[in-house]
């Protein structure tokens, strides 16, 4: 960290309220007006936006809120305790045979970690989970209808909290809840097949959507992870380069992958061609040290 390029930003936020900027000229590179600065609850960002200046980072602690001071709010205490406790008697985690059945339509033949997976069975509802680093208790769970006629009026979808969303987040190393080993990277799609399907090979994290709120970019960022590959439906391009937008302060590197078509339709050659070009990625950042 630059001590300079630190006071200049820091006395820049001063005024700053949360989620308040400012523009002004690059310290660095000294161009006009591309340097801006963030008050968020990550902590102060600052980011220059001129293509030959890579002048990037975060400063934490002495986050102000509503004229209060929050110290280092971007660690794993910030996670919301959930209020509610789910009734796990209705959910069968044994279940893999209903399971396969449903998945194999999504293209997914292989599940690293089936403790992650369960089925709803009051509401025939495939249900995935997002479990604590303990593996101890789901933080979140959405479910979706097994059945291919629903009674009208029953979403295809259900989410299970009334809290935040988490993202569902699959491991592509270790297959015990409790114990992920996140690789670096991450990669981010729409829906939970897909993401699925993509964990087989490469960390995985489904944000049930095209954007993603601050709360699911700190939860990911609470994971580890330095680098985004972010890999959206083939009709939400826009989308995927405003969140790579939104993204890439957080993050180290964020890359956008453009796909054809979406992940859990892709055949067995595009699906293998679109893995291999996620290794490639990773293998790269790996070589300087960023896989
Ligand atoms: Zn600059």
């Known amino acids: 960290m630059d001590y300079g390029l630190e006071d200049f930003v820091t006395r820049k936020s001063q005024n700053l309220d949360l989620l308040e900027y400012v523009r002004c000229d690059c310290p660095v590179c000294h161009k006009k007006n591309t340097f801006s600065i963030t008050m968020t609850i990550f902590g102060v960002l600052y ?36 209020q509610e406790v789910l009734d796990m008697s209705n959910f069968d985690f044994n279940s893999i045979n209903t399971v396969k059945s449903v998945l194999i339509k999504y293209n997914v033949y292989f599940v690293r970690d089936k403790a992650c ?24 769970g959405i479910g979706r209808l097994l059945t291919g006629f629903p009674e009208y009026g029953v979403p295809k979808w259900k989410k299970y909290y009334t809290t935040e969303v988490y993202p569902i987040v699959f491991n592509c190393k270790s297959n015990y809840r409790g114990n992920p080993l996140y690789t670096k990277t991450c990669v981010i799609t729409e829906d939970v097949f897909s993401a699925l399907r993509v964990a087989k090979h490469h960390d995985a994290a489904a944000i049930l959507g095209t954007s993603m709120t601050d709360f699911q970019i700190e939860y990911l960022h609470s994971l580890g992870f330095e680098n985004i590959v972010i ?60 896989n």
């Open 47 to 82: 980011h220059c936006f001129h293509t030959n200046c890579d002048t990037k980072g975060i400063i934490k602690g002495n986050i102000k809120s509503r004229g209060r001071l929050i110290k280092d709010t971007l660690n794993k205490n910030t996670i919301p305790k959930i």
């Open 117 to 140: 997976i369960a089925v709803d069975v009051k509401e025939n509802r495939i249900v995935f989970f997002t479990w604590d680093r303990g593996g101890g208790k789901a933080l979140s």
């Open 231 to 290: 890999s959206l439906d083939k009709d939400a391009q826009t989308s995927a380069i405003k969140l790579s937008e939104t993204l890439s302060p957080y993050f180290k590197r964020v890359l956008t992958l453009p796909i054809d078509n979406d992940i859990k339709d892709m055949n067995g050659n595009e699906y293998s061609k679109y893995i291999t070009s996620i290794t490639k990625i990773r293998r790269k950042l790996h070589a300087t040290g960023n």
